[in-house]
């Protein structure tokens, strides 16, 4: 019986700072939006990358980033 891909253990501060990426043109609107530093928000973007990959499902791109929160019921596309 299969259960669907596996689904990485995201923290709710990765989740908030990858859905505001998804829906952002950039990093830097993403670090201002959420008050942080551009380097807080790699940070987050290479450990959710890490995740993903460390469960077999890896999104080395933007659009396979938005591939897997889709997947994973994280973000719908229609709020893109």
């Avoid at 259960?3 to 830097?28: A, F, Q, T, Y």
């Avoid at 201002?32 to 890896?58: C, E, M, P, Q, W």
Wanted: hydrophobic share 40%; glycine share 6%.
């Amino acid at each position: 019986m299969s259960r669907g891909p596996r689904r990485p253990h995201l923290s709710p501060r990765e989740i908030e700072v990858l859905l505001h990426w998804l829906r952002c043109d950039s990093k830097n609107e993403v670090a201002a939006g959420l008050f942080l530093s551009i380097g807080t928000v790699n940070t987050h973007l290479a450990r959710i990358r890490a995740k993903y990959r460390d469960v077999g499902r890896s999104a080395p791109t933007k659009a396979a980033l938005v591939a897997r929160a889709v997947q994973d019921g994280l973000i719908e596309l229609h709020e893109l």
